[in-house]
């Protein structure tokens, strides 16, 4: 898939008071870290070349946009990424998040506080290879859902690194529209990352009014809390289209708002080529609708 390609039928989405341009579809490079027995997202992956080749085949089809975190593996996602791209593109932006760290146990604790933010900060830079982040998003609430709570001091930590030239642009993940308003008094927002798909639709009102803001929104688990009968719906409705239910999961996300930015991830080489196909997915009214009514089912 060519370059010009994927962002003719992606579009392209431009941060808030940046010069930061990336194509909307990206890649979420989490699934890049391996598994050692039930903790999930650690330690090195089985195949560390087939990562790579993931990493180059995603830029090399015209990705630019690679979400992540040094608290992926911990630090192994990082230093397959810098093993795989640096020196990276001029054009790629790599957003990574910072809020949170890694039990013995496979745990993912909190990490909020002034001086644990600033080691991620410096985390993040070393094991990517970088001298300045281009986006930092800040990990609130739990794995899916916002929480109640406070985060002036790690936010006003990001907000102090970025005066330092250290980050760009700060984000936040896991949040409600009062928290981004609250963060908005600190720091500008250039996006929001949660937890959100074609089932699962509770911020509906919310990325219309990013939109109108000019910030992103990127949906992390795409196809994430799907039980079988809802999953049945997309299933049905794929097997139409000639089309997997993750790629039409994608191009509803692409059709659902033009502030939408994804990131889904894979170890595979061959599943990477199947998201990026999404692109190639159109979708027409009818089935716009009949997906439409999978989230309204859902509520």
């Known amino acids: ?79 397959i990424i810098r093993e795989a791209l640096h020196p990276y593109p001029d054009d790629l932006v790599i957003v990574t998040k910072v809020g949170a760290r890694r039990g013995e146990d496979g745990s993912w604790p909190h990490a909020r506080s002034r001086q644990e933010i600033i080691d991620a900060v410096h985390d993040n830079l070393r094991n990517l290879g970088l001298d300045v982040l281009d986006v930092v998003n800040l990990r609130l609430g739990g794995m899916s859902a916002p929480e109640d709570e406070p985060f002036e001091e790690p936010l006003t930590a990001l907000a102090e690194l970025k005066q330092q030239g250290l980050i760009k642009h700060i984000g936040l993940s896991t949040v409600s529209a009062e928290q981004v308003a609250t963060a908005q008094a600190v720091t500008e927002i250039v996006c929001i990352q949660n937890f959100y798909n074609v089932a699962q639709r509770g911020d509906d009102g919310f990325i219309d009014d990013l939109a109108r803001q000019g910030i992103a929104y990127v949906p992390y688990f795409p196809l994430g809390g799907f039980s079988p009968l809802q999953s049945s719906e997309l299933n049905d409705i794929a097997e139409r289209l000639g089309a997997t239910p ?54």
């Open 246 to 299: 993750m790629q039409v999961a994608l191009a509803w996300l692409l059709h659902r708002s033009p502030n939408l930015l994804l990131i889904p991830g894979t170890s595979s080489v061959g599943h990477l080529r199947e998201n990026l196909a999404a692109a190639d997915l159109e979708l027409d009214a009818e089935t716009l609708k009949e997906l439409d009514a999978i989230g309204a089912g859902a509520k």
């Open 1 to 79: 898939m060519a370059n010009t390609k994927v962002e003719k039928l992606c579009g392209t989405f431009t941060f808030p008071g940046t010069t930061l341009t990336v194509k909307r579809l990206g890649y979420g490079a989490m699934q890049l870290a391996g598994k050692d027995g039930k903790k999930m997202v650690w330690g090195p992956p089985k195949d560390v070349p087939e990562a790579i080749a993931v990493l180059r085949e995603a830029v090399a089809s015209g990705v630019n946009h690679i979400d992540t975190s040094d608290f992926y593996g911990p630090h192994v996602t990082n230093q």
